[in-house]
């Protein structure tokens, strides 16, 4: 059974930055959408960034210029630099891949059916 192992969280002070990673021994990263989400209790998770096998990338307007996702498919891992990190952005982060045809198609919609979700990486911003 595919399931995503995520790590990088922590805490750090509005202003820092971390690098998150995500990785599946039993999935080959390279033909996939692959995805960043974030979840806060009580709320719905919602999509952080996405990138298709060929490099495109989407990003929610909350991140962006300040997150960029990257893929080491040789390595199988999924990656996540935040930046200037804003207690808003306080959430525990999830990784997924979706299979998908086109680039078009890689965009936050249609995930919730994703079969492993990990348990995630917490990610805390003080002001």
């Known amino acids: 059974q595919v399931q995503m192992v995520e790590s990088g969280g922590g805490s750090v002070q509005a202003g820092g930055s971390l690098r998150l990673s995500c990785a599946s021994s039993?999935?080959?990263?390279?033909?996939?959408?692959m995805g960043w989400f974030r979840q806060v209790p009580g709320m719905e998770r919602e999509g952080v960034s996405v990138?298709?096998?060929?490099?495109?990338?989407r990003y929610a307007e909350s991140v962006k210029g300040r997150f960029t996702i990257s893929r080491d498919n040789a390595k199988n891992t999924l990656y996540l630099q935040m930046n200037s990190l804003k207690p808003e952005d306080t959430a525990m982060y999830y990784c997924?891949?979706?299979?998908?045809?086109?680039?078009?198609?890689?965009?936050?919609?249609?995930?919730?059916?994703?079969?492993?979700w990990g348990q995630g990486t917490q990610v805390t911003v003080s002001s």
């Open positions: 997924a891949a979706k299979l998908v045809l086109d680039s078009r198609k890689c965009n936050f919609d249609g995930w919730a059916d994703f079969p492993g």
């Open positions: 039993r999935l080959p990263f390279a033909i996939y959408c």
């Open positions: 990138i298709y096998k060929d490099g495109t990338t």
